[in-house]
């Protein structure tokens, strides 16, 4: 089974400011995709940024980016030049190859101050 | 393209009461997914499907849950009857393929008094 986990139940930070959110996983699968999920106030689930675990190369997004540490089952997401839209839950998710079933974490809420 | 559509948004009913939740999956979508949130359980999987085939129904809580998929534009998530712990936000997902990416739709806040 896999399980996901963020430690950060809260951050803010300020607009125009850097922010890194945390999380780990752990799964018995070689094959697996690791997902960012944005959750504004109107509680739609948007994708932010998606890794292919057989891929070396960090995904980037625009103003978002991952560091994928495989070793040690870390996806973390960076969020550069933050902004005020970025106010939101952020869910860490994964899934095995097959993609049958998205594993969420218990989110991290992020404020952006103005 | 429009994105997976659910409805109703918002649903208020009385303990005891049949519901019934909507999806319509993304065109060409094959697969669809049921998710539940709540505070206590975060986001889990109920049921999912695919080409209109329910595969896992393990996240089903009980008996008093059931989900169809008569085609393959639409789905359907009842609960009959109806209790104050159903109260979640539903979220219906679709995926084109096996690798792709799963996209919500802007689920239904249910509220079961």
């Known amino acids: 089974a896999q399980t996901v986990t963020q430690s950060q139940p809260e951050m803010s930070v300020q607009e125009a400011e850097t922010v890194t959110l945390s999380c780990t996983y752990d799964t018995s699968e070689n094959n697996y995709y690791l997902f960012w999920y944005k959750q504004p106030p109107s509680r739609q689930m948007i994708l932010v940024i998606r890794q292919e675990a057989y891929k070396q190369q960090n995904a980037t997004e625009n103003r978002f980016s991952v560091n994928f540490q495989k070793a040690a089952k870390s996806f973390s997401l960076k969020i550069s030049d933050s902004q005020l839209g970025d106010t939101a839950m952020y869910f860490c998710?994964?899934?095995?190859?097959?993609?049958?079933?998205?594993?969420f974490g218990t989110g991290t809420r992020l404020t952006i101050i103005p | 393209d429009a994105g997976v559509i659910q409805s109703p948004r918002h649903e208020v009913t009385e303990m005891g009461q049949e519901v019934t939740l909507r999806c319509k999956p993304i065109s060409g979508h094959n697969s669809l997914f049921w998710y539940r949130q709540t505070m206590m359980r975060g986001l889990e999987l109920l049921i999912y499907?695919?080409?209109?085939?329910?595969?896992?129904d393990s996240g089903m809580p009980e008996d008093r849950f059931s989900a169809k998929m008569p085609n393959a534009s639409f789905s359907t998530l009842k609960i009959q009857p109806s209790e104050p712990r159903d109260s979640a936000v539903y979220f219906c997902?679709?995926?084109?393929?096996?690798?792709?990416?799963?996209?919500f739709g802007p689920g239904t806040r249910l509220t079961v008094l």
């Open positions: 997902a679709s995926r084109r393929t096996r690798t792709d990416t799963q996209y």
């Open positions: 998710a994964s899934s095995n190859f097959g993609n049958e079933k998205l594993t």
């Open positions: 499907f695919n080409n209109n085939v329910p595969i896992d």
